[in-house]
T-cell receptor, first 116, second 114 residues
Framework: GAVVSQHPSRVICKSGTSVKIECRSL??????MFWYRQFPKQSLMLMAT?????????EQGVEKDKFLINHASLTLSTLTVTSAHPEDSSFYIC????????????FGPGTRLTVL | GNSVTQMEGPVTLSEEAFLTINCTYT??????LFWYVQYPGEGLQLLLK?????DKGSNKGFEATYRKETTSFHLEKGSVQVSDSAVYFC?????????????FGKGTLLTVNP
C-alpha cells in the first residue's frame, strides 16, 4: 500500500529557534500534501494544502510566515516552524494524495514538537 | 461550515463485545463520509468509507451506514478483538479530486481487554 513517512518523530527545541519537519511519500508520487495539527484530545485541524511546485494554500487563521511549507518534489514536503514558541508545541501530521487511490489521503505517523 | 461530532471516549470493552461509536455530521450538500483508525505509534489508516446516502462501508468486520435523514455514520462491530484497540476518527470530505479536504471528529479511544 501507499506509505508516508515523517521525520523526525519527536523534536524538542528552544523558544525562538526554527524546526523543520519532513513528509515523504515512499512508494507513490504525491501531487497534493496536507499538513494537520492535533492538540491533546482534539481533532486534526487542517493547516494547509500544498501542490507540488505551487505555493501552499493556508487555512484561515494559520500564519503562513510562521509555518513555512515547501513541496518541491512529488515525494517530499517540508513544514518549517519559524521562531517557535511554547504555544506551537503540538502533534503535526502530514498526509499525501495522488497515489493508487487519487482521492484518498495517506497519513504519516506524526511528529511531536515540544518547544521549551 | 462543516463539522463532525463523535462519541467521546475512552471506550473500554471486553473481547467479543459489541461496539458502537456514534458519529453525526453537519455539512452542505452531499459529503463523503469516512472512518479512520490510528493504532499506537502509527499514522491514520482509512478503515471504511461511504460516498452517498444509504451506502454501507465495511472492512475488517467494521460497518457504518451513511444515513442522510439522521446525518449519521455510526461505526459498529459485532465482536471486538484486543487488536482493535486504537483511536477511531470519523471524518467527512467535500470537494473533488486530490484537493478534497477532510474535516475530522475529535477521535474516540477504544481499549479492548482480553
Amino acid at each position: 500500500g501507499a506509505v508516508v513517512s515523517q521525520h523526525p518523530s519527536r523534536v524538542i527545541c528552544k523558544s525562538g529557534t526554527s524546526v523543520k519537519i519532513e513528509c515523504r511519500s515512499l512508494d507513490f508520487q504525491a501531487t497534493t500534501m496536507f499538513w494537520y495539527r492535533q492538540f491533546p484530545k482534539q481533532s486534526l485541524m487542517l493547516m494547509a494544502t500544498s501542490n507540488e511546485g505551487s505555493k501552499a494554500t493556508y487555512e484561515q487563521g494559520v500564519e503562513k510566515d510562521k509555518f513555512l511549507i515547501n513541496h518541491a518534489s512529488l515525494t517530499l514536503s517540508t513544514l518549517t516552524v519559524t521562531s517557535a514558541h511554547p504555544e506551537d508545541s503540538s502533534f503535526y501530521i502530514c498526509s499525501a494524495s495522488g497515489g493508487p487511490s487519487y482521492n484518498e489521503q495517506f497519513f504519516g505517523p506524526g511528529t511531536r514538537l515540544t518547544v521549551l | 461550515g462543516n463539522s463532525v461530532t463523535q462519541m467521546e471516549g475512552p471506550v473500554t470493552l471486553s473481547e467479543e463485545a459489541f461496539l458502537t461509536i456514534n458519529c453525526t455530521y453537519t455539512a452542505t450538500g452531499y459529503p463523503s463520509l469516512f472512518w479512520y483508525v490510528q493504532y499506537p505509534g502509527e499514522g491514520l489508516q482509512l478503515l471504511l468509507k461511504a460516498t452517498k446516502a444509504d451506502d454501507k462501508g465495511s472492512n475488517k468486520g467494521f460497518e457504518a451506514t451513511y444515513r442522510k435523514e439522521t446525518t449519521s455514520f455510526h461505526l459498529e462491530k459485532g465482536s471486538v478483538q484486543v487488536s482493535d484497540s486504537a483511536v477511531y476518527f470519523c471524518a467527512l470530505s467535500r470537494g473533488g479530486g486530490s484537493n478534497y479536504k477532510l474535516t475530522f471528529g475529535k477521535g474516540t479511544l477504544l481499549t479492548v481487554n482480553p
